[in-house]
């Protein structure tokens, strides 16, 4: 069935480093693919998403690539700070599926001050 | 202000009860979802909706009931088929806008236990 695989589960780096998690998945008819970051307790929210027709897209400190050849996307975050510490997940759908998402499991990211 | 409400915030269950969780949307969505977080893990979809009067099994759907009366409204029962109810319930909402995806908008959810 359709599937998205999130990497690494848990990541740590120092305040300022940057922090990559990737994620792959299975529908090769999924094109769009939004990112959400959800702290301890609060409800999801997207920080970016990126549709099939674009490669790149940045806002601020944080980008996310898409290559759809390999149905592989990641996330960058430059520059971290404290406040980015939160669990982060990777989604893809299509409209033609019926409006459903696939999550990947999340990555639980700290950032050490 | 547009947004999703989940009531209650928190709720306990005792043995053999149903409930039931309340979702309702103000953001003219078509689309409603509701999903289930257990500690330290992803989304897991319950059930979803397209369309009013209309729902779908989500993985994890046995044990679970819905009803789509209203564009506004999702209610998700519990009930007392579902053996190990206790976690973190997430509804959330999207349409679509010029034949395209739209993001999830999710609640602040509700927090499900046992007594």
């Known amino acids: 069935g359709e599937n998205v695989e999130q990497h690494p589960s848990t990541l740590s780096v120092q305040e300022g480093d940057s922090a990559v998690i990737k994620c792959t998945y299975s529908d090769s008819a999924s094109n769009y693919f939004p990112w959400y970051k959800q702290e301890l307790g609060k409800r999801p929210q997207l920080i970016i998403d990126?549709?099939?027709?674009?490669g790149e897209k940045k806002d601020q400190r944080i980008a996310v690539t898409l290559n759809k050849t390999a149905k592989h996307f990641s996330l960058h975050i430059t520059e971290t700070q404290p406040e980015d510490s939160a669990v982060y997940f990777c989604a893809a759908s299509q409209l033609a599926g019926g409006f459903k998402t696939i999550f990947g499991a999340g990555t639980r990211l700290f950032v050490k001050a | 202000d547009g947004g999703i409400t989940q009531s209650p915030k928190y709720l306990f269950r005792k043995e053999g009860q149903n409930v039931t969780l309340s979702c309702e949307q103000n953001?003219?969505?078509?689309?409603m979802y509701w999903y289930r977080q257990d500690p330290g893990q992803g989304l897991r979809l319950i059930y979803y909706s397209q369309i009013v009067n209309d729902f779908q099994k989500g993985d994890i759907a046995e044990g679970y009931s819905v009803s789509r009366e209203k564009k506004e409204s999702f209610p998700l029962t519990v009930t007392s088929a579902q053996k190990n109810p206790t976690a973190f319930y997430l509804c959330a909402s999207s349409t679509s806008s010029g034949g395209m995806d739209q993001p999830q908008h999710f609640g602040d959810g509700t927090r499900l236990s046992i007594l």
């Open positions: 990126i549709r099939s027709n674009v």
């Open positions: 953001l003219n969505h078509d689309a």
